[in-house]
C-alpha cells in the first residue's frame, strides 16, 4: 500500500504537470518538480526491490516522464540564438524589499561589467544607497520606481535609454489588496546593435493558495514575445519556474529561458527562506527570442536577499 500510495502519487504529479492544472495549492508544489523527477527513480528501484514489480514499472514511467520535462535544461542547447551583434552582459536581482547589500550589487556590477541591471522590490532607500555607492557613473541611464515595500522596480544601463516608462501588474486580490507589483521598462540602445526593449519582471508571487488566481493574473499579463517584430528581453523574479504553464503559455509566444539555453536551467535562485528548509527553485530568469544568442548564465548569491543574481552574457542582432 505505501509503495502504491508513492506511485499514485508519482503519477498524479505527472498528469498534473502535463495537463497544465496549476491551480490553488497545486501552484507551489509544481515548482520542486525537478526533485520529485529525481525521486521518482528512487521510489521504482524501493518498489522493485520489495518485489512490487507492477508498482516499479509504473513508478519508471512516470519518472521517465517527469525527467523528460525537466532534463533539457540542464542540456545545452546546440542552437543558442542568431546574435550577429555587439554583445552585453545583463544581470538581475531581487532585492528583498531593498534589504539586498548595495555594496555587493555595485561590486557584482563591477566584477561582471554589467551593462544592464534590473531589479525588483526596489525601495527609495536602496536607490539613494546605490546612488551614494556610484552606481550612476557605471551604469548613468535609468528607469526606475523604487517604492517602499515589495514593489518597486528600476532597470540601470550604460547605453542610452528611450521610451521608458513604469506599468503595474493586475493582481485583483480581495485576500490581500494592494497596488499590484510595478514593472519598469525602457528601449535600450546599444551600438550597432536592433534596439531592445528591456523589462524589469516582478509578478505575483503564489504565498497562498487563495491567491494563485492573483499569480495567474499576473503572469498571463506579462508582454508576449514579438519574434518578428522589436527585439525584446523580459528579465527578474518571475514566481515561476519552467514547469509552471503561465510561464510556459509565455515562452510560447517565442522567448527562450537563457539559463536553459545554456544548460543551467536547473539552477535554484531562491530559497531556502528565513531559515526554513526549502530546496532551492528557479523562479529568476532572463528570456529573450530566438534573434538573441545566449553566450552564458552565471548564478550569485547576494547578502541581504533570498534570491540570488542571475547574469546572462548576450549576443544581440546587429543593425
Not at 74 to 94: K, Q, W
Not at 143 to 155: C, L
Amino acid at each position: 500500500m505505501v509503495c502504491w500510495a508513492a506511485v499514485v502519487l508519482l503519477v498524479a504529479w505527472a498528469g498534473v504537470r502535463v495537463g497544465g492544472l496549476d491551480y490553488g495549492p497545486l501552484v507551489q508544489l509544481l515548482a520542486f518538480t525537478p526533485y520529485v523527477a529525481a525521486g521518482a527513480f528512487g521510489v521504482a528501484v524501493v518498489a522493485l526491490l520489495l518485489r512490487r514489480r507492477a508498482a516499479g514499472i509504473v513508478a519508471l514511467l512516470a519518472g521517465a516522464v517527469l525527467v523528460s520535462l525537466v532534463a533539457p535544461r540542464a542540456i545545452p542547447d546546440s542552437d543558442r540564438g542568431e546574435g550577429g551583434g555587439p554583445r552585453i552582459r545583463v544581470l538581475t536581482v531581487n532585492v528583498l524589499g531593498g534589504a539586498a547589500d548595495p555594496a555587493e550589487i555595485i561590486a557584482l556590477v563591477d566584477a561582471q561589467d554589467v551593462d544592464v541591471l534590473a531589479l525588483q522590490e526596489h525601495t527609495p532607500l536602496l536607490d539613494a544607497a546605490l546612488t551614494a555607492g556610484g552606481i550612476g557613473g557605471r551604469l548613468p541611464y535609468q528607469q526606475t520606481n523604487p517604492e517602499e515595500g515589495t514593489s518597486g522596480s528600476g532597470i540601470y544601463s550604460r547605453h542610452p535609454l528611450r521610451d521608458g516608462g513604469t506599468h503595474r501588474y493586475p493582481s485583483p486580490s480581495s485576500v490581500a489588496p494592494y497596488l499590484g507589483h510595478s514593472a519598469s521598462y525602457a528601449t535600450v540602445a546599444v551600438p550597432g546593435a536592433q534596439p531592445l526593449l528591456a523589462e524589469s519582471v516582478h509578478p505575483m508571487a503564489p504565498w497562498s493558495p487563495l491567491v494563485s488566481d492573483d499569480w495567474r493574473t499576473d503572469l498571463t499579463a506579462l508582454t508576449p514575445a514579438t519574434p518578428d517584430g522589436p527585439v525584446r528581453m523580459l528579465l527578474g523574479d518571475f514566481n515561476a519556474t519552467l514547469d509552471h504553464s503561465p510561464l510556459l503559455g509565455l515562452l510560447a509566444t517565442g522567448y527562450r529561458d537563457a539559463a536553459a539555453v545554456d544548460g543551467s536551467g536547473l539552477t535554484g535562485t531562491w530559497g531556502p527562506y528565513a531559515g526554513a528548509i526549502v530546496p532551492p527553485v528557479t523562479l529568476d530568469h532572463v528570456l529573450v527570442d530566438h534573434r538573441v544568442r545566449v553566450e552564458s548564465v552565471e548564478v550569485f548569491g547576494v547578502g541581504g536577499s533570498d534570491h540570488r543574481a542571475v547574469l546572462a552574457v548576450l549576443t544581440l542582432p546587429a543593425l
